[in-house]
């Protein structure tokens, strides 16, 4: 009984203080610092955007230059310690005539673990938020780990890519390829030329196309937990089921390829 006792105290005590650590934690300070930069860029040129634990915006505008506000916040128990490692978080900037690209470095990123989260003496906790403007005829190579990705108002190839997080884009023309693996894709293609191949992948999250009627592409479409539904007139090639789709779009073209794992997809057709 007595063995009993302690370690129920034992359990009750452990709870309590991980209750107080986890308080503690999220009640850890918060540094910012803003960023703004612009660089010229001509119509056709490409953008490219490497983050690791943020959401990354990215509407299409008519100047010749791309223009990119960018907050950088920095969480950890230690305001000084927070105050420390701001200074260590690096945007890593290029550019030439036709191309501009950023790259987020910091120390340690990736690292750390539960206790390090819990007790508060790992790296801080880095979160940098990009809204960018770019020429509206541009190229894009966007790539975030923990974050959502948005684009929107885009003539050009398009290619985003994250982990934990959905992607939405919308009113583009272009060439388009997403991949996430937590989270939904949406993507409205509002004109579409020849093109060998698209990509649309995720692993938990739906998958909603939207494509000009007159489209032509080899699909390939499956689920696994989950349903397709196509407005697409489709020339049917083996076997059709609930979860997997596979034919010609008026008459076949560059392959489109629709996965997901836990979600349904939907391709809808606008005129």
């Given at each position: ?78 305001h000084k310690r927070a105050e420390e490692f701001l200074k260590e978080v690096e945007l890593l900037f290029d550019n030439s005539r036709d191309h501009v690209s950023v790259e987020v470095d910091y120390p340690g990123h990736g690292s750390g673990g539960l206790l390090s989260w ?154």
């Open positions: 009984m007595k063995a009993l006792f302690k370690g129920t105290l034992g359990i009750l005590l452990g709870i309590f203080l991980l209750g107080t650590i986890v308080t503690d934690q999220a009640a850890a300070t918060k540094v910012r610092k803003n960023v703004h930069k612009s660089f010229p860029l001509v119509m056709g040129g490409k953008v490219s955007i490497e983050n690791v634990n943020g959401n990354i915006e990215i509407v299409g505008w008519e100047k010749d230059s791309v223009d990119m506000e960018i907050e950088i916040t920095v969480q950890h128990s230690s819990l007790f508060g003496f790992g790296d801080p906790t880095v979160e940098v938020r990009f809204v960018v403007k770019v020429p509206q005829q541009s190229n894009l190579a966007i790539q975030t780990v923990n974050g959502e990705i948005a684009v929107e108002n885009i003539k050009g190839d398009i290619d985003c890519k994250t982990t934990n997080g959905g992607i939405d884009v919308g009113n583009v023309e272009g060439k388009v390829s997403s991949k996430t693996v937590n989270g939904g894709i949406a993507v409205e293609l509002n004109k579409v030329g020849q093109f060998d191949e698209m990509n649309f992948r995720t692993v938990n999250g739906g998958i909603h196309l939207s494509l000009p009627g007159d489209v032509k592409a080899n699909l390939e479409a499956s689920t696994v937990n989950g349903g397709i539904d196509s407005e697409m007139p489709l020339e049917i090639s083996g076997k059709i089921s609930r979860s997997s789709m596979k034919g010609k779009i008026n008459g076949g073209g560059g392959l489109l390829i629709l996965k997901t794992v836990n979600g349904g997809i939907t391709i809808q057709s606008f005129k």
